[in-house]
């Protein structure tokens, strides 16, 4: 008897132990198995409970473990949906995408293989492909409580297609989250594997509660090694500029927090030596994890049906470049700012020099438009002062000055803008503060073209164009503008935030495009287990 209880215990603390192991993994969809280069991919994300951070990141990355491109997701009720754009010249073969948070990505990752055809490759030639040859598959397991019903086995091409979905009461109060309901092109001859790799960790990196983290580290040059105490500048320029400054720790390393940007956007990062001959260099870490270990790869034939699907898909995707059908909308959303005001405050004079005569220099704006700025330059090196309204008399220091809100130290930049270089300028005439930084006054030039061409390169100072929070994107219609146009889309529907209910429909139209399609359902259990449902039909 007490044997027996023993065994029982122990049953019962391996099943918590795998309901627990499957759950701290990330259940990893993509919207088809197969694609061409220049197409978009869908994914979904199912994420584990109770995790820290609010970013979840999606890369794509190649058999030699390098890293294409990446994304990062916002997470929202422990899921997240995204995309990725495939660039038109990959070459023909096996791609990896992986999902994974920063702060423990050398732990867990959730790996998907992809088949990526390029449309300039012959595919008369291909007779072999690598497939992932991992040690273990995701689990990822068919259900019968989830019924697909009033599909028919054929369709004729652009024809309305309609089904329900019946699911079982008692599959209801499991489930966790949303459901990816989707109806798509599949190849049976090709079916995607999925893998979690879990690691030992040995560095943890930081959490990204609130948006995405940018981090780096300034050094200087003379001996390489990390200079402490620097201060770093980051400037998101706009109309209202964003701005944020971080003194290097003792390491030389700074952080930054993009929590209200989503899109691409262009940043800059620079660094001042905190004497005028000290020279520095500021580098940034990557925004994704390290490819990490590779899989191993096995060869496998080709099969004629395949090479088929990839040939019309290549002709698909090549029409609808020609075309100019997109199936995908990006939502226009722009989180909205709550500054009334740019970072150093309300300005005491705003100069518009378009209203006023022609002038060549900015030595001429200054003298004859900007009141209480003293702009001279003596053998070619440029001084600027600012009055204090509080004393009367010119600051004795160098104000802020700032270029579309990029803080500025040479005045040679600046020197040569005229009335046609210039849209505004903003002159604060008392002093102000911005967390412990003072600024003896400010002049801020915004510029007509927003090219940031005149900022000199240096070691000091990087310009990227970077992509924050990812917009939101959905399927759009097509959008056929003469009858004689062939509608190309492999993807028929595709909704990732499917509210669960004991009956769904699902209503869309076929495409011109002939072959296999399915409807598939997949969704997750409160323990963590992945599920899914799936019926195919034919479009002919």
């Keep these: 008897m007490k044997n027996s209880l023993l065994i029982f215990i122990f049953l019962i603390i391996l099943s918590m132990s795998g309901r627990t192991q499957t759950k701290s993994f990330y259940g990893l969809y993509s919207d088809r198995d197969i694609?061409?280069?220049?197409?978009?991919?869908?994914?979904?994300?199912?994420?584990?409970?109770?995790?820290?951070?609010?970013?979840?990141?999606?890369?794509?990355?190649?058999?030699?473990?390098?890293?294409?491109?990446?994304?990062?997701?916002?997470?929202?009720?422990?899921?997240a949906e995204g995309y990725l754009q495939l660039p038109d010249s990959l070459s023909s073969g096996t791609y990896l995408i992986r999902c994974y948070q920063k702060y423990n990505a050398g732990k867990i990752k959730t790996i998907r293989e992809i088949y990526i055809s390029s449309r300039f490759d012959r595919l008369e030639k291909t007779d072999q492909l690598k497939r992932v040859a991992p040690s273990s598959v995701f689990p990822d397991k068919k259900t019968d409580m989830i019924q697909i019903s009033e599909l028919e086995k054929s369709y004729p091409s652009l024809s309305k297609i309609e089904a329900g979905i019946r699911i079982d009461e008692s599959l209801?109060?499991?489930?966790?989250?949303?459901?990816?309901?989707?109806?798509?092109?599949?190849?049976?001859?090709?079916?995607?594997?999925?893998?979690?790799?879990?690691?030992?960790?040995?560095?943890?990196?930081?959490?990204?509660?609130?948006?995405?983290?940018?981090?780096?580290?300034?050094?200087?040059?003379?001996?390489?090694?990390?200079?402490?105490?620097?201060?770093?500048?980051?400037?998101?320029?706009?109309?209202?500029?964003?701005?944020?400054?971080?003194?290097?720790?003792?390491?030389g390393r700074f952080f930054f927090l993009l929590d209200k940007y989503f899109g691409s956007i262009q940043a800059v990062i620079q660094c001042f030596g905190n004497t005028p001959l000290q020279r520095l260099n500021v580098k940034l870490d990557e925004l994704f994890a390290e490819p990490g270990k590779i899989p191993d790869f096995r060869l496998q034939s080709i099969s004629g049906t395949l090479k088929e699907t990839l040939a019309r898909n290549i002709s698909a995707v090549t029409l609808r470049k020609v075309f100019g059908q997109n199936n995908y909308a990006i939502s226009p959303y722009k989180e909205k700012s709550t500054e009334d005001y740019p970072y150093y405050g309300k300005a005491t004079h705003t100069i518009d020099p378009k209203l006023f005569v022609d002038l060549p220099d900015f030595a001429e704006i200054s003298r004859e438009l900007l009141p209480g700025v003293k702009y001279r330059n003596y053998n070619n090196e440029p001084t600027l002062q600012v009055i204090n309204n509080s004393t009367h008399y010119y600051f004795e220091e160098n104000p802020l000055i700032l270029?579309?809100?990029?803080?500025?130290?040479?005045?040679?930049?600046?020197?040569?803008?005229?009335?046609?270089?210039?849209?505004?300028?903003?002159?604060?005439?008392?002093?102000?503060?911005?967390?412990?930084?003072?600024?003896?006054?400010?002049?801020?030039?915004?510029?007509?073209?927003?090219?940031?061409?005149?900022?000199?390169?240096?070691?000091?100072?990087?310009?990227?164009?970077?992509?924050?929070?990812?917009?939101?994107?959905?399927?759009?219609?097509?959008?056929?503008?003469?009858?004689?146009?062939?509608?190309?889309?492999?993807?028929?529907?595709?909704?990732?935030?499917?509210?669960?209910?004991?009956?769904l429909s699902v209503q869309c139209n076929a495409s011109s495009i002939i072959g296999q399609f399915k409807l598939s359902v997949k969704g997750r259990l409160k323990d963590g287990t992945l599920i899914f449902s799936e019926k195919q039909f034919e479009v002919k």
């Design 35 to 79: 694609y061409v280069s220049g197409e978009t991919l869908l994914a979904k994300i199912y994420l584990p409970d109770s995790i820290p951070s609010r970013i979840i990141c999606l890369d794509l990355v190649n058999q030699n473990g390098i890293r294409i491109n990446g994304v990062s997701l916002a997470i929202r009720d422990n899921e």
């Design 172 to 251: 209801l109060k499991e489930l966790d989250g949303s459901l990816l309901v989707s109806v798509v092109q599949a190849d049976s001859s090709y079916v995607s594997k999925c893998y979690a790799e879990q690691t030992e960790q040995t560095k943890s990196g930081m959490i990204e509660k609130k948006g995405i983290i940018i981090s780096g580290i300034v050094t200087d040059k003379k001996n390489s090694e990390p200079a402490s105490g620097i201060t770093v500048f980051l400037t998101i320029p706009d109309s209202i500029p964003g701005f944020q400054y971080f003194k290097t720790q003792k390491d």
């Design 403 to 503: 270029l579309d809100g990029i803080p500025v130290r040479d005045l040679n930049v600046i020197k040569d803008m005229g009335t046609s270089d210039i849209e505004r300028v903003d002159i604060c005439k008392n002093e102000r503060f911005y967390g412990d930084l003072r600024f003896p006054g400010v002049v801020a030039i915004y510029s007509t073209k927003k090219e940031y061409s005149r900022l000199p390169e240096s070691s000091q100072l990087i310009r990227l164009k970077l992509e924050a929070i990812q917009l939101p994107c959905k399927l759009a219609e097509p959008n056929l503008t003469e009858p004689s146009v062939p509608d190309m889309r492999q993807i028929l529907y595709w909704n990732p935030a499917t509210k669960p209910g004991s009956m």
